[in-house]
């Protein structure tokens, strides 16, 4: 195979002939990323029943489709999909890698980054293209920033690899917008040989059977979300919520605070450490807005923040701003709707 090196290859998971959101996502941003550097966008997808797949994945701008093809291959399991990627970026050396944080991406971007020494970053919430100077003076240009919450979210960290290839970069789903950037957008398919890339041991695990519970949660695909904060002060106040989001005909939300309080349950938890949510409207009930929780709701289009704190953080970033405690606020709220909802 005939290789073009120090590109961009985002890994594609798909379930059920589908290729997952997040990979969709990072193939959006990888396409902005490698114009930006001048490079080609790759991707690779392994599995099984990958007919027409491209078809999904060229409208996101990828100039190269690498395709490994093997009933052994899906569904997913670690050794295989490992062994691909490792001799796959031995062989091409992209520049930059890209996966989704999801149970899968968190499983195979560290055997990947270990193997080949380059280091990653995990739930990163942006991605640039800058230069870097280093504490002895050395100069790097272009190079990867990989940006996110660190210490517990108190400061936003942005980390480089200046010397090991590839820069390698883990991204929750609905962190990166999704842009179809040209549906008639056709690039090369390269169809590999699995057993190039594999192991016969590779495949000593076999899954005989599986079964994935779907979330009864719809945050994401929600227009309309109603999060609680510790400023609720209890699990029956959460009920105000759950009131409130019923009459707007949306969801409950929660920061990490008021989850690890147990008032409510982690699936409705939004930030670095939850889901990544792009609402058109977000009510913000007792919530002080530290960075981990801003990181997964700040591109709603338009915020409500009701607090007692008028210098809470989540305030610089509201749209509107009602001061004064939840209790009184979101029953008032309540008895508006439901009157002019009739």
């Known amino acids: 195979m005939a290789t073009d090196k120090n590109n961009l290859i985002v890994y594609c998971e798909y379930e059920d002939g589908k290729v997952a959101d997040v990979s969709l996502e990072l193939l959006t941003k990888g396409r902005a990323l490698a114009d930006k550097l001048g490079i080609k966008l790759e991707a690779v997808v392994a599995g099984d029943n990958l007919k027409d797949i491209e078809k999904q994945i060229f409208p996101y701008g990828v100039d190269r489709i690498y395709k490994v093809e093997d009933s052994r291959l899906y569904p997913y399991t670690s050794l295989p999909h490992s062994s691909i990627l490792i001799n796959l970026f031995k062989e091409i050396e992209p520049r930059i890698a890209f996966m989704g944080a999801t149970s899968i991406g968190r499983d195979l971007g560290p055997r990947v980054s270990s193997a080949l020494h380059s280091g990653l970053t995990a739930d990163c919430t942006s991605l640039e293209i800058g230069d870097h100077k280093d504490a002895k003076g050395n100069e790097y240009k272009d190079l990867l920033l990989q940006i996110r919450p660190a210490f517990g979210g108190n400061i936003v960290a942005t980390i480089v690899n200046p010397e090991h290839r590839p820069q390698m970069a883990t991204v929750r789903e609905g962190v990166m917008k999704k842009e179809v950037k040209d549906s008639n957008y056709v690039g090369e398919v390269v169809d590999l040989d699995v057993s190039k890339y594999t192991n016969k041991e590779d495949f000593v695990v076999e899954v005989i059977d599986r079964n994935i519970e779907k979330s009864k949660v719809n945050l994401k695909g929600s227009p309309i979300i109603v999060a609680g904060g510790y400023g609720m002060g209890s699990k029956e106040n959460f009920g105000m919520l759950e009131q409130l989001a019923d009459v707007l005909g949306g969801e409950v939300g929660a920061t990490r605070a008021a989850v690890d309080a147990g008032w409510a349950d982690h699936d409705r938890q939004i ?61 008032k709220l309540i008895k508006y709707y439901k009157k002019n909802s009739k």
């Open 271 to 331: 930030g670095q450490t939850g889901v990544t949510v792009r609402p058109k409207l977000y009510i913000a009930c007792g919530v002080s807005g530290q960075i981990q929780h801003i990181a997964g709701m700040q591109d709603s289009s338009i915020i409500i923040s009701i607090n007692t704190d008028p210098n809470a953080p989540i305030n610089s970033i509201a749209d509107y701003v009602i001061t004064g405690k939840v209790e009184d606020v979101v029953p």
